[in-house]
């Protein structure tokens, strides 16, 4: 695998939504705990209380993410995920989002609406290489 593998996570909280269920919830599937998040508070739209969730790993903790992440996913996602690899990239980072409310429900779902927005970056040197060093990355699910 490649070993220098970075994850970046932002989750954005409404106040209707249980902040300690969506904590609960990384904890139980993605292995991450609260403490490892940075948590800002800011306002809506309408003056409504929305809580920012940001975590950032690295080295063992991210390749490990990474394994759990891919052994969540089924076939069929990791597939596509690798097909549009090169969409998803931009400056050595794949940008990917998974559904947050199926996460609560201890699923993982590759999503574009009500999304947990998870960057990988890993360095390319070479931007031809992107999809080959992106599908390695992919490959340990396998």
């Given at each position: 695998m490649?070993s220098?593998i970075?994850?970046?996570i932002?989750?954005i909280?409404?106040a209707?939504?249980?902040?300690s269920?969506i904590?609960q919830?990384?904890?139980d599937?993605?292995?991450?705990k609260?403490?490892?998040f940075?948590?800002s508070?800011?306002?809506?739209?309408f003056?409504?209380?929305?809580?920012?969730l940001n975590?950032k790993?690295?080295?063992?903790?991210?390749?490990n993410?990474?394994k759990?992440?891919?052994n969540?996913?089924?076939?069929e996602?990791?597939?596509?995920?690798?097909?549009e690899?090169?969409?998803r990239t931009v400056?050595s980072?794949f940008?990917?989002?998974?559904d947050?409310?199926e996460?609560v429900k201890?699923?993982?779902?590759v999503?574009e609406?009500d999304t947990?927005?998870?960057?990988i970056?890993t360095?390319?040197?070479?931007?031809?290489d992107t999809v080959?060093?992106?599908?390695?990355?992919f490959?340990?699910?396998?």
């Amino acid at each position: 695998m490649v070993s220098k593998i970075e994850v970046t996570i932002d989750v954005i909280v409404h106040a209707t939504e249980d902040i300690s269920k969506i904590f609960q919830s990384f904890e139980d599937v993605l292995e991450l705990k609260e403490e490892d998040f940075t948590i800002s508070e800011t306002v809506g739209h309408f003056e409504n209380p929305i809580i920012m969730l940001n975590v950032k790993i690295q080295k063992k903790q991210a390749q490990n993410f990474m394994k759990i992440l891919l052994n969540s996913l089924s076939g069929e996602q990791i597939n596509e995920l690798v097909e549009e690899i090169e969409e998803r990239t931009v400056d050595s980072r794949f940008h990917m989002r998974l559904d947050k409310q199926e996460l609560v429900k201890g699923n993982l779902i590759v999503s574009e609406r009500d999304t947990i927005k998870i960057k990988i970056h890993t360095p390319i040197y070479n931007k031809k290489d992107t999809v080959k060093i992106f599908s390695e990355i992919f490959q340990i699910a396998n």
